[in-house]
């Protein structure tokens, strides 16, 4: 009796051993399989020109270490923002919407409220801070990761909406936010304040608004005379520090971190050791002295060479810190631009070729959706999964990141999104890459303008919300890429075509100031 006993107690102890050994097992599996999911970190540069890269072509700035991203990784030669200016850019890049869907289509400084604009006044009353803000149920992909398991952490420039709202980051989909809340406070780089999540973190600067000019009759030539322009927390440093910060903290998890960095938004502010460098390397030259915006500097150029070149220092630093903790190799980095390069503040487009082969001018650059204003660089990479010194022309644009990141995380892509995820691509499957019929651009600023790409075949419209007579271009980007040809007349079936395109994906816009009369009410035809 004994022994059977003993028998039952030895194969029941046996079944439970073996129960708790494959759970055991299978939590394992699990662990490791979470464990695997990749860490995603985006870069987001702030008026980057498409050719201010070595990567793509750059001669006078330098930037070793974002090239490094494209030796090791893919450069994207067709990618596009989807708006050429700052706001509906991020709002498109993170709802997965083309501006004919989109809620932001151009900026709004919600200026209903009062003095938005008075820099002083902004830091007195923080309900003035801050752009219109989104809806409360707009979902951003952030949102989604968190909930498969993803840490969200942001740091730089949101412009989305405003400080007690709902239309803030960490109400958004990010656990945590560094940076500009508001757009008009990334105008300076020495703010008297910053965002810490909900709350202001008060910086040692003193209050210098944006866009004051030196004392009437001081010598520009004087270095003291500069001295107001910086001061002593460069927002760009802390921000680094609390992104690594994040990234330290969340290493053994997985994490999306969306690298928002103003730079080489105006004014141009750079570390000092940096302008030395490039006041080496240019020699003299005439300073700015603030006629077309934002602060003077002594050496403009140098200092804008400056702001890239730190920027791309601290890429390398970035680099260097995932190695350092053992995630390089399963972290996807992505490196672009919100728009093209701009034409103020003190900016040489020109003297750089910022924008390759596009235009940097007024009218062909930021604000516009010319090639100039629209196309930007795209770097992506991720050891060991993107093949290293690669390339693709394949045409794609911010919108599709949403579907990207879906696709990586194996998370269901919305049928709503306008987007198309690139992901094939980055992991060298381009059998099985889907391709855009069409990219679409409407932009209610700088006289109302709208754009569709049909493969090689571009459709430009201008002058939609002024008095001059509206435009009807259309450009073969492969013959000429400066769209300097109007051949309109000669394909009309073309132009059918792209408005087809538009009839279907036009949205009349929720707000007012976006709303383009010449497209709501129907009265856009086909002739001039």
């Not at 979470?34 to 980057?48: G, H, M, Q, S, V």
């Not at 201010?52 to 991203?69: F, H, M, R, S, V």
């Not at 995630?327 to 701009?342: A, C, K, P, Q, R």
């Not at 992991?427 to 069409?438: I, T």
């Amino acid at each position: 009796m004994n022994s059977i006993k003993l028998f039952k107690y030895s194969f029941f102890s046996m079944v439970i051993l073996v129960f708790f050994s494959c759970k055991q097992g299978a939590d394992k599996k699990i662990e490791e399989k979470e464990a695997k999911k990749p860490n995603i970190i985006y870069i987001l540069a702030d008026d980057l020109g498409y050719g201010e890269l070595g990567a793509y072509g750059q001669e006078k700035i330098e930037t070793p270490n974002i090239d490094a991203l494209a030796k090791n990784g893919m450069l994207f030669t067709q990618h596009y923002t989807g708006a050429p200016v700052c706001a509906p850019a991020r709002y498109m890049l993170l709802t997965g919407k083309h501006a004919g869907h989109a809620y932001i289509r151009g900026n709004d400084e919600w200026a209903e409220r009062g003095e938005v604009w008075n820099y002083r006044a902004t830091i007195l009353d923080s309900t003035l801070e801050g752009q219109r803000p989104i809806p409360s149920n707009t979902v951003l992909f952030p949102k989604r990761l968190k909930e498969k398991g993803y840490k969200t952490g942001m740091v730089g420039k949101w412009g989305l909406g405003a400080p007690h709202t709902d239309a803030i980051p960490t109400k958004m989909g990010f656990d945590f936010f560094f940076g500009y809340n508001c757009q008009r406070q990334a105008h300076t780089y020495y703010p008297v304040h910053l965002y810490k999540n909900e709350h202001r973190v008060h910086l040692q600067n003193d209050t210098i608004a944006p866009s004051i000019k030196m004392p009437k009759g001081a010598d520009p030539t004087d270095s003291k005379n500069y001295t107001d322009y910086t001061l002593n927390d460069y927002t760009p440093d802390l921000m680094f520090n609390e992104m690594t910060g994040f990234i330290s903290e969340n290493k053994d998890n997985p994490f999306f971190f969306y690298w928002a960095t103003p730079i080489p938004h105006n004014p141009i502010q750079a570390p000092q050791r940096w302008v030395d460098h490039y006041i080496q390397k240019f020699g003299k030259e005439e300073p700015y002295l603030g006629d077309i915006g934002y602060y003077p500097h002594m050496n403009p150029r140098a200092g804008y060479a400056a702001m890239i070149s730190y920027l791309d220092e601290n890429v390398g630093k970035l680099v260097k810190l995932l190695k350092d903790e053992g995630i390089y190799e399963n972290t996807l980095i992505m490196f672009t631009s919100d728009n093209g390069v701009t034409y103020s503040g003190g900016t040489d487009g020109k003297f750089f070729n910022s924008s390759g082969p596009f235009g940097e001018a007024y009218g062909r650059a930021k604000g516009f959706v010319y090639e100039g204003g629209i196309r930007v660089p795209m770097i992506a990479s991720w050891p060991g999964k993107i093949e290293a010194g690669s390339s693709t022309d394949l045409v794609s644009a911010h919108y599709d990141v949403m579907a990207t990141i879906y696709d990586l995380t194996a998370q269901e892509i919305p049928d709503d999104t306008d987007g198309i995820s690139f992901l094939p691509t980055l992991l060298g499957d381009e059998n099985n890459q889907k391709a855009h019929e069409f990219l679409f651009w409407e932009y209610p600023e700088y006289g109302g303008q709208m754009a569709i790409r049909m493969d090689n075949w571009k459709v430009v419209r201008q002058n939609l919300k002024n008095k001059k007579e509206p435009t009807l271009e259309l450009y073969d980007l492969s013959k000429d890429p400066e769209e300097s040809n109007n051949v309109a007349e000669e394909h009309p079936e073309l132009i059918r075509k792209a408005a087809a395109i538009f009839a279907k994906e036009h949205q009349n816009a929720e707000i007012e100031r976006f709303r383009i009369p010449l497209i709501e009410n129907g009265l856009l035809t086909e002739s001039k």
